[in-house]
């Protein structure tokens, strides 16, 4: 899958440490800024804590996957934490892998829209989130999105 | 066993492809044949037939937005549900769905 347009290892943080699902989001929001992916951190925020509270974003299974289309995106990015320990993402249950899925609202741009759609499929193969518990670092976190080959569906 | 399902959410960027790919694995565990339609940022993808229609048991309707074309669908059998309970456990999302048919 082509993914380095939106990800790569500065992105990810695989052992997060973070008491609540907010610091949560501030700090993969801290990591889309601290790579120029941005262009209003305040605005972009805003539009990620709306669509929270608009639908659920946790997904079972630990995993959660805020997103937001946006005009304060500069180039749709993903974002990766692995937690240190759970948190409480709503009422229903806690997660420690987030996802935050950040999308360019004003660049309709396909290929990345399959990107997240095949990623969103990943997401909900036992066999990918094992490999995400296993891998120590952040690099190999991008091999494994990007080299994976999941059962033909 | 025929299943037919759309999927759709509200951005059309997750839910919409976690809840296809959910459903289409444990039909196939199930060994029940099955078409999703996606509706989604990429609008219409994996496009239902008429014929599909025709030779479906079961309509699986997924869509947490309003569905696409729903008029083609009129004469399903229709398990109504959400992306998120699909996602959350298709296994028995599915096999509701084809109690449904069952007990017809």
Known sequence: MK???MINPKLININMKADSKN???SKLIYLLEKDGRLLDKEQFTKDVMEREDSMSTNMGAMIAIPHAKSK???????VFAHLESPVEWNEEGKVDLVFLLAINEAQHNVSHLETIATL???LVDDDFKKALYDIKDAASIVK?????????L | MKIIAVTSCPMGMAHTYMASAALKRSAKKKG???????????GIRDKISKEEIQNADILILATDVATLEPERFKDSITY???TSKIIRNADSIVDEAINLVENK
């Open chain 1, 144 to 152: 494994l999105i990007e080299n994976y080959k999941g059962e033909e």
């Open chain 1, 72 to 78: 304060a995106v500069r180039k749709s990015s993903v």
């Open chain 1, 3 to 5: 993914i380095h347009e």
């Open chain 2, 32 to 42: 029940y044949e099955i078409k999703v339609e996606t509706q989604g940022s990429m």
């Open chain 1, 23 to 25: 610091e949560v989001i």
């Open chain 2, 80 to 82: 109504k549900t959400t």
């Open chain 1, 120 to 122: 969103a499929t990943y």
